[in-house]
């Protein structure tokens, strides 16, 4: 089943295939119960997975849940589950979500992000790391070279998060943009292991802290690590 009414609302079947303004949506597994959302958020109650061919990503949504398609921001405003019947041409379901759009007043939007100030951290950190390492090595003692090492490698974390921290506040506005740049987060920790846990939770901060608070718990973490690195590992060289 497949319902628009002046594109304001679609209604989605199970296993329906749908273009919203040009995008091609279907819905499926209609289900209710515990689950997690797109977001890692546990949940209770019914839900459905709604595909989006144009970025080849699944969303799992309850009723409430808010998803950007094309731009458009949309609402999941009934969910309905009804058992799957036997047919004679095989099995049915009358299941089926309802689609609100949602308005966006224009001088509601975000502005676009600023990463001068990340750019800027990051360049000023090569830029010191090349002249302490490569122009003037041989003028620093080694104890000189090491307290220029916390300045330069506080200035590139705190860019790198700033940055990424930035992507994923944009990212937020779009829900399937949003999984992604966690998704890439959780590869990540994946590879690192328990290092993750540590290196990577001020990202994880991006929905109450703004990308400033989390570059700089990012600097600051990183600076522990590397005081823990010069008095263990290095002094025993």
């Not at 007043?105 to 360049?123: G, M, V």
């Not at 860019?159 to 994923?168: P, R, T």
């Not at 991006?206 to 989390?214: A, L």
Request: charged share 15%; aromatic share 14%.
């Amino acid at each position: 089943m497949i319902l628009k009414d002046k594109e304001e609302q679609v209604h989605l079947g199970e296993n329906d295939v749908v273009d919203i303004d040009d995008y091609r949506i279907a819905a499926a597994n209609f289900a209710t119960g515990q689950y997690t959302n797109h977001l890692g958020q546990k949940r209770v109650g019914d839900h459905f997975s709604l595909y989006l061919f144009e970025t080849d990503s699944k969303l799992i949504l309850g009723k409430g849940s808010q998803v950007t398609i094309n731009a458009q921001l949309w609402l999941v405003q009934t969910i309905l589950i009804t058992p799957t019947v036997e047919t004679p041409v095989g099995y049915y379901s009358g299941s089926y979500a309802k689609l609100t759009k949602v308005d966006q007043p224009h001088e509601a939007q975000s502005k676009p992000p600023n990463f001068t100030l990340y750019k800027l951290s990051f360049f000023f950190s090569l830029s010191i790391a090349i002249y302490l390492y490569f122009i003037a090595f041989d003028d620093f003692s080694e104890l000189q070279l090491i307290q220029g090492s916390y300045l330069w490698m506080t200035l590139m974390v705190f860019g790198l998060y700033g940055h990424k921290a930035q992507n994923i506040h944009q990212s937020s506005r779009q829900k399937h943009k949003l999984e992604q740049e966690l998704q890439g987060l959780i590869r990540t920790g994946q590879i690192l292991g328990s290092f993750a846990l540590i290196v990577l939770f001020p990202l994880f901060k991006y929905e109450r802290w703004s990308s400033f608070k989390i570059a700089l718990l990012g600097a600051l973490v990183w600076l522990v690590i590397l005081e823990v690195f010069y008095l263990t590992v290095w002094n025993s060289l």
